[in-house]
């Protein structure tokens, strides 16, 4: 990783499609393991994560990720999604984050020397320029290796540097145990079922792969 010690740093996850590329990948997110890689290469500032939540249930599945990282080093960025009926009469729900890691990007600019974004959608080339213009250096972290690609080519061009997410498996991934036991301890929260539960009662206006991350909400990865 192209990283010197003396950096500051700052991570914002785009946590639906963070979640989308280690799934097309065949692992889940140890976020524990995550900060601690990242703090080894400089000086990590702060931690971002975005994701929409569904408030209308009486028990939202990607609650206790939320707890868990709240309490544990990041910085939870999160607002209620929004439902609507399109023009076939379906139901759907839209919880778009990018205005929000936008802003925050833009406000944390002064207080860093690097971003690294997590994420493939090619809305926020523009976000990365002007960043850029500011003095930053911008490392993307997403996937050329699933099919299709989950990040946008115009994205992975504007960025001074790409970061595979394959390659970073081994440092920052586990095995999803597929339950939704209850934690021990300060354990993360191991909820894959759950999230998956949320992921089909969620979607959007449309479903165009790593361009439109949001089509996923998939804002909840499985912790143990």
Known sequence: MMFYTQERIGLFIDGSNLYAAARALGFDIDYKKLLEVFSEHGHLIRSFYYTALIEDQEYSPIRPLVDWLDYNGYTMVTKPTKEFTDAAGRRKIKGN????????????????????????????????????????????????????????????????????????????????????????????????????????????????????????????????
């Not at 003095?135 to 504007?158: C, H, N, Y």
């Open 97 to 224: 984050m990018d205005i929000e890691l936008a802003i925050d990007a833009m406000e944390m600019a002064p207080h860093l020397d690097h971003m690294v974004l997590f994420s493939g959608d090619g809305d926020f080339r523009r976000l990365v320029e002007s960043v850029q213009r500011k003095g930053l250096k911008v490392t993307v972290v997403s996937t050329v290796k699933s099919s299709p690609p989950m990040i946008a080519d115009e994205l992975r061009r504007q960025a001074d540097y790409f970061l595979e997410l394959e390659d970073l498996a081994s440092e920052i991934g586990r095995k999803s145990s597929g339950g939704g036991g209850k934690p021990h301890g300060n354990a993360q929260p191991d909820h894959g079922e759950s999230f998956e539960r949320q992921e089909k009662d969620t979607q959007e206006e449309d479903n165009t792969g790593a361009d439109d991350p949001e089509a996923y909400l998939q804002t909840t990865h499985n912790q143990s």
